[in-house]
């Protein structure tokens, strides 16, 4: 069976745009492949957090991946340190990745460019992390949102560079970027992408919002004034992002369908329509949720999915520190 690994970095509440273009395809691939999921809370101190908040937000993180249909009878469900070979492995492909590839990282560019202050040398360097965090199962595939395409591409180049100085050691994983809803757009302006860091609360739907606060959020989501329900992403990127939203929530549903259903309709019949589904979504996650959260079920899935984690990621560890002549042979 092929493996494949992602991972959440949950520096606030997880989104609408984060179990579209990640978390539900997890969900699905659970039948086909042998699926790890992590927590990636090394990630998430790449920026300053609040510990108690973090604390709380890991644990969401937890409950929601189960909540959204997570099996961990099926799939390995860990908190990434819980694994100390992420960290370990992380500073070896830290050695092994030039300045340069970190300087194109277009998430930590975009930072700079901003111009924010004080950016840490963990953020910098998180890319040569992931690749550690997907190297270390000999993952073959990697499913992720439009964002983290790239840092997958860099990940494959350093396997490769890995494999060729030191003998064959790494899967060099695939990226698998979903055909619809790979960048959920903000609702609030649907230019951006639908973000945690969103300044305003408008544009983000969270997995565990109030169903009355999201159904707003839908129904005042910008458009246009095209008067039609049409997909175009540069023309009516308002439209066309709900028309993701519903497609995915919808079992990929073509967009020529739903522009059939909702021709010569208005504006407020088809944003009453999503509004519908994703309350509905919601509401089954939210419901499972809460049952989680007073149950056991976190502490029973994380403790079964680092013991498993680690055997595969400890042997690998080995692998490469021998590999690379870190050990001492007695
Ligand atoms: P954010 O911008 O909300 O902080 P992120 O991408 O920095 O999100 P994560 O929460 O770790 O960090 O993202 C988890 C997964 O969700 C990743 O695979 C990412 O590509 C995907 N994802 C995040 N935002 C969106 C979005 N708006 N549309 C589709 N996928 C997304
Ligand atoms: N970088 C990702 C989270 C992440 C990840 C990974 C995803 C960390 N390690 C390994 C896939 C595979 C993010 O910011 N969304």
């Not at 492949?33 to 969401?60: G, K, M, S, W």
């Not at 340190?81 to 500073?91: E, N, P, W």
């Not at 302006?189 to 959020?217: E, F, Q, V, W």
């Not at 095209?226 to 009516?236: G, K, M, S, T, Y």
Request: hydrophobic content about 35%; proline content about 4%; glycine content about 6%.
């Amino acid at each position: 069976m092929k493996r494949m690994l992602s991972g959440i970095k949950p520096t606030g509440q997880l989104h609408l745009g984060n179990y579209i273009g990640a978390l539900s395809h997890f969900v699905e691939y659970q039948d086909e492949y042998d699926v790890y999921a992590f927590i990636a809370n090394l990630h998430c101190i790449t920026v300053p957090q609040d510990p108690e908040e973090l604390q709380r937000n890991l644990r969401d993180c937890v409950a929601l991946y189960l909540a959204c249909g997570l099996d961990p009878e099926r799939s390995t469900i860990f908190l990434q340190t819980d694994v100390r070979a992420h960290a370990q492995l992380g500073y070896i492909m830290c050695c092994h990745t030039y300045l340069g590839e970190l300087n194109r990282m277009t998430q930590f560019k975009d930072k700079m460019a901003k111009g924010e202050k004080n950016l840490s040398g963990g953020l910098y360097t998180y890319p040569s992390l992931m690749a550690a965090d997907i190297l270390l199962y000999d993952a073959d595939y990697v499913p992720v949102g439009e964002d983290q395409k790239q840092h997958v591409e860099l990940t494959r180049d350093l396997a490769e560079r890995m494999n060729n100085r030191y003998g064959k050691l790494f899967t060099v994983p695939e990226p698998l970027v979903p055909k619809v809803g790979a960048r959920i757009m903000s609702l609030s302006d649907p230019t951006k992408k639908m973000s945690k860091s969103d300044n305003s609360d408008k544009g983000c739907i969270y997995l565990l919002d109030d169903l009355k606060k999201a159904r707003k959020k839908v129904m005042s989501a910008v458009t246009d004034n095209e008067a039609r329900v049409h997909f175009d992403p540069e023309l009516q990127p308002g439209i066309s992002n709900l028309m993701q939203i519903l497609s995915s929530l919808s079992s990929n549903r073509p967009m020529g369908d739903i522009e059939a259903e909702f021709e010569g309709r208005g504006y407020g019949d088809f944003k009453r329509a999503v509004a519908d589904k994703v309350c509905e979504r919601l509401d089954m996650i939210q419901t499972r949720y809460r049952e989680i959260v007073e149950g056991d079920m976190i502490r029973k899935a994380l403790t079964s999915g680092a013991e498993k984690a680690s055997k595969i990621a400890d042997a690998k560890l080995d692998e490469v520190q021998k590999a690379v002549g870190m050990e001492i042979k007695y």
